[in-house]
T-cell receptor, first 116, second 116 residues
Framework: AQSVTQLDSQVPVFEEAPVELRCNYS??????LFWYVQYPNQGLQLLLK??????LVKGINGFEAEFNKSQTSFHLRKPSVHISDTAEYFC??????????????FGIGTKLQVIP | KAGVTQTPRYLIKTRGQQVTLSCSPI?????VSWYQQTPGQGLQFLFE???????NKGNFPGRFSGRQFSNSRSEMNVSTLELGDSALYLC???????????????FGEGSRLTVL
């Protein structure tokens, strides 16, 4: 079984300031890790993913995340946010050997509000 | 390549009615999953279909059902609607082969259901 904890439900930040959205997970097996973004009245779209290799992953729109296995974390960062980054962000995990089954677990989401 | 298409995008029903939502996955994707999204609850997994068979189910009452057709298109049905069924219903597709299944999901824009 897996679980995902997003520590902040809302994060307000001023435009052009840096931001970090925190995600911790729990799993008895190795996992793949994802961050998705949801703009108002839209579905989720993939920001970035960690499958293997380098623990620093770069995604779209200038976001990056770092996988820390010892701390079971996958925090999302952006050095300078823009108004258009205002959205809800979801952290998710999926077991490496799922046998083809869809077993994705999502966090509760973090609403990022960028203040002009 | 066309994305995941969900219809209708918005609908309003009254208590006791039933509703059917449709999802066309990305071409070649054989797995379709459904999620219910409500404020404060995040994404709740409803069920997953693969090759016309339901192979995973979340913790929802029997009023929620689904099916998948031979072309991988999927429908979900909610009978005897309750006020609490008001939500954004998201469909996601994935390749879901037994090899190299990372769990990455491709979402539609959702169907927003309002129950009055």
């Amino acid at each position: 079984a897996q679980s995902v904890t997003q520590l902040d439900s809302q994060v307000p930040v001023f435009e052009e300031a840096p931001v970090e959205l925190r995600c911790n997970y729990s799993s008895s097996v190795s996992v793949y890790l994802f961050w998705y973004v949801q703009y108002p009245n839209q579905g989720l779209q993939l920001l970035l993913k960690y499958l293997s290799g380098s623990t620093l992953v770069k995604g779209i729109n200038g976001f990056e995340a770092e996988f820390n296995k010892s701390q079971t974390s996958f925090h999302l960062r952006k050095p300078s946010v823009h108004i258009s980054d205002t959205a809800e962000y979801f952290c998710a995990v999926s077991p490496v050997n799922s046998g083809g089954y869809q077993k994705v677990t999502f966090g509760i989401g973090t609403k990022l509000q960028v203040i002009p | 390549k066309a994305g995941v298409t969900q219809t209708p995008r918005y609908l309003i029903k009254t208590r006791g009615q039933q509703v059917t939502l449709s999802c066309s996955p990305i071409s070649g994707h054989r797995s379709v999953s459904w999620y219910q999204q409500t404020p404060g609850q995040g994404l709740q997994f409803l069920f997953e279909y693969f090759s016309e068979t339901q192979r995973n189910k979340g913790n929802f009452p029997g009023r929620f059902s689904g099916r998948q057709f031979s072309n991988s298109r999927s429908e979900m049905n909610v009978s005897t609607l309750e006020l609490g069924d008001s939500a954004l219903y998201l469909c996601a597709s994935t390749l879901s082969g037994r090899v190299k299944n990372t769990g990455e999901l491709f979402f539609g824009e959702g169907s927003r259901l309002t129950v009055l």
